[in-house]
T-cell receptor, first 115, second 110 residues
Framework: AQSVTQLGSHVSVSEGALVLLRCNYS??????LFWYVQYPNQGLQLLLK??????LVKGINGFEAEFKKSETSFHLTKPSAHMSDAAEYFC?????????????FGSGTRLQVQP | DTAVSQTPKYLVTQMGNDKSIKCEQN?????MYWYKQDSKKFLKIMFS???????INETVPNRFSPKSPDKAHLNLHINSLELGDSAVYFC?????????FGPGTRLTVL
């Protein structure tokens, strides 16, 4: 069974500061990895995903994440936070070897950006 | 054009009632999902259909019944609604690796 742990349910940064949201997963086989963002009262939007190849993946809105197999991590970063980044962020995984591909989500991290 | 749409967006109802939520995708995907997001924002898979065939049925009360009339539609019917069913329900569709989510339906059971 897969599981996802997001350290820190709330993260607060100043505008212009580095954003680091942590995600660790547990899976018998390295899964597909995703970061989704949810703005208030909206659906989920894919920020980026890792499937294969280069372990540093770039996404939308200046976000990137690095897959580290040895650490079973997929942390999300952005060099400079913007007020518009304030939202809920979810790390998720899905199985590689089945047709099911249901997403298993972490518990989410609320990012606050202070002016 | 909306890729994955859900109706209604908000649903307020009394305990014991039966209600349905509809989902439609115009992406041509074969696989669709229902997820539930509870009051603490936790998201969990409920069901999945692949080309009208049920492929995932998690530990969901049998008061919940998904129906897929065709591969572009996946509806969720809920019987005898309970207070604990209050949540946001998201539909998603998938081609390949990525899932595309609908805007969600906020269900409030009074």
């Amino acid at each position: 069974a897969q599981s996802v742990t997001q350290l820190g349910s709330h993260v607060s940064v100043s505008e212009g500061a580095l954003v680091l949201l942590r995600c660790n997963y547990s899976s018998s086989v390295p899964p597909y990895l995703f970061w989704y963002v949810q703005y208030p009262n909206q659906g989920l939007q894919l920020l980026l995903k890792y499937t294969t190849g280069a372990t540093l993946v770039k996404g939308i809105n200046g976000f990137e994440a690095e897959f580290k197999k040895s650490e079973t991590s997929f942390h999300l970063t952005k060099p400079s936070a913007h007020m518009s980044d304030a939202a809920e962020y979810f790390c998720a995984v899905s199985e590689r070897n089945t047709g099911r591909r249901a997403l298993t989500f972490g518990s989410g991290t609320r990012l606050q950006v202070q002016p | 054009d909306t890729a994955v749409s859900q109706t209604p967006k908000y649903l307020v109802t009394q305990m014991g009632n039966d209600k349905s939520i509809k989902c439609e995708q115009n992406l041509g995907h074969d696989t669709m999902y229902w997820y539930k997001q509870d009051s603490k924002k936790f998201l969990k898979i409920m069901f999945s259909y692949n080309n009208k065939e049920l492929i995932i049925n998690e530990t969901v009360p049998n008061r919940f019944s998904p129906k897929s009339p065709d591969k572009a539609h996946l509806n969720l019917h809920i019987n005898s609604l309970e207070l604990g069913d209050s949540a946001v329900y998201f539909c998603a569709s998938r081609a390949g690796v990525e899932q595309f989510f609908g805007p969600g339906t906020r269900l409030t059971v009074l």
